[in-house]
């Protein structure tokens, strides 16, 4: 039994398209819940926060303290949680910790890379009426050395495509396709009935997700997929500049910060 927020994602498919974006913490999910469908606590926060080497580092521990964080500064949106790397091993497992994860940080649903390979656990989380959200394409867990877009050879195109029906067929409300040529992500979404969220997946899909420190300057992460809206960096830097001077020539604190 889907709940009334994903029944209202279910019903975008081709429609108007769905806005997301990454929060890892309160203050940004605040500004994001005004504007988006769906906020994803990602496990790119082990690179983008904690300079980490792959997402494969993040604990299920990490994971559920920014998402309680990130629950606090949601009101309106889905609220997405990844199931961190080995969490989801076998299907008891995945329900154990899929179970500790909604019910310490109350998101609505979860997220799990992959396809066939991890059909059977994802259609038992669906019987016991988790809300799964899919991932496809690039899948940042199990990719070794750099990160390369997929779709390439048609034998990795057939399984991507079958990995996306597999998971629809499966009951998953919505899935992320990552880094995929164009044509594919336009033959994905044209042939499941769920909606497909792209993140270099192109415009063919209904939906778009960037990890929102890319998206305001605030990482260093540059590929061809993220387009800059901001650079917060700049901003900090301005404003750190600032406070050290008014330190150093005793301009701050001034009367009216002191008591
Ligand atoms: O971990 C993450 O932030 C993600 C998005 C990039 C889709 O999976």
């Known amino acids: 039994m889907k709940n009334r927020k994903i029944r209202e994602i279910l019903k975008r498919k081709n429609k108007k398209p769905i806005v997301c974006l990454t929060a890892y913490s309160k203050t940004i999910a605040e500004i994001l819940d005004k504007y988006c469908d769906i906020v994803l606590v990602g496990d790119s926060l082990g690179m983008?926060?904690?300079?980490?080497?792959?997402?494969?580092?993040?604990?299920?521990?990490?994971?559920?303290?920014?998402?309680?964080?990130?629950?606090?500064?949601?009101?309106?949106?889905?609220?997405?949680?990844?199931?961190?790397?080995?969490?989801?091993?076998?299907?008891?497992?995945?329900?154990?910790?899929?179970?500790?994860?909604?019910?310490?940080?109350?998101?609505?649903?979860?997220?799990?890379?992959?396809?066939?390979?991890?059909?059977?656990?994802?259609?038992?989380?669906?019987?016991?009426?988790?809300?799964?959200?899919?991932?496809?394409?690039?899948?940042?867990?199990?990719?070794?050395?750099?990160?390369?877009?997929?779709?390439?050879?048609?034998?990795?195109?057939?399984?991507?495509?079958?990995?996306?029906?597999?998971?629809?067929?499966?009951?998953?409300?919505?899935?992320?396709?990552?880094?995929?040529?164009?044509?594919?992500?336009?033959?994905?979404?044209k042939s499941i009935p769920i909606p497909t969220i792209g993140i270099g997946a192109s415009k063919h899909c209904d939906g778009q997700i960037l990890v929102t420190d890319d998206l305001v300057g605030l990482s260093n992460f540059t590929p061809k997929f993220i387009k800059r809206y901001s650079n917060i960096k700049k901003i900090i830097n301005k404003s750190v500049l600032r406070f050290r001077h008014d330190v150093i020539n005793k301009k701050f604190p001034s009367r009216r910060n002191i008591y």
Do not use: W
Not at 52 to 66: A, F, K
Not at 140 to 168: M, N, T, Y
């Open 48 to 189: 983008v926060l904690y300079g980490m080497e792959s997402t494969r580092e993040v604990t299920l521990d990490m994971i559920i303290n920014h998402a309680k964080s990130v629950k606090k500064g949601i009101s309106k949106s889905i609220l997405v949680v990844d199931m961190p790397y080995q969490t989801y091993k076998n299907k008891k497992e995945a329900y154990k910790n899929a179970k500790k994860i909604i019910k310490l940080t109350k998101c609505d649903a979860l997220k799990l890379e992959g396809g066939k390979k991890i059909i059977n656990v994802i259609k038992y989380l669906i019987k016991k009426n988790i809300h799964v959200m899919g991932h496809v394409g690039l899948l940042p867990q199990s990719e070794r050395g750099k990160f390369k877009f997929k779709g390439r050879s048609s034998v990795e195109r057939k399984r991507i495509i079958e990995d996306a029906r597999l998971l629809s067929n499966a009951g998953v409300f919505a899935i992320v396709i990552e880094c995929v040529e164009e044509s594919l992500a336009k033959i994905i979404s």
